[in-house]
């Protein structure tokens, strides 16, 4: 039970060490992330910190949405996320405060989890790649995921069948 912070990929970039070792790193947005709702054991049976990131136009939120920030008095955003907190640290927060970076101490571990945007066509490019070993009733017009998990089973069998 954790605080969290909502963010969005900006790109990559590299650190160089003292020695002039270049590290990768993942530079990640989160700014902006406001207190959009404190829901707390009493009113909802659970303790948890709703968080809004990002920025919508209002043409673009549903009325129910629309009230729902209105009555924290935050903007609109692209994601709302909860996060279960204990019921001593909800006091330290209010509906419309901002969340920034500083909930972090420096060398703090903190576990990430990301959403792929989904690459449909590089499925369908790999496809073509792979060996003739496999049946043809797997390819058709439109490679599901599904259909690509029945695949990489089928060539893992074919890898261990010894000939």
Known sequence: MSLGLIGRKVGMTRLFTEEGDSIPVTVIDVSNNRV????????????AIQLAHG??????VTKAMAG?????????GNALNEFRI?????????????????????????DVQGVTIGRVTQVRLNAITLPLAVPATVIQDHITY????????????FSQVSV
């Open 36 to 47: 959009a709702q404190i829901k707390t054991q009493e009113t909802d049976g659970y303790d």
């Open 55 to 60: 920025e919508r136009r209002a043409s673009r």
């Open 68 to 76: 729902h920030f209105a009555k924290a008095g935050v903007l609109a």
């Open 86 to 110: 204990d019921a001593s640290k909800l006091a330290d927060f209010q509906a419309g405060s901002v969340i920034g970076v500083d909930t972090f101490t420096v060398g703090q571990k903190v």
């Open 146 to 157: 599904q259909a690509l998990l029945v695949w990489l089973k089928i060539l893992e069998e």
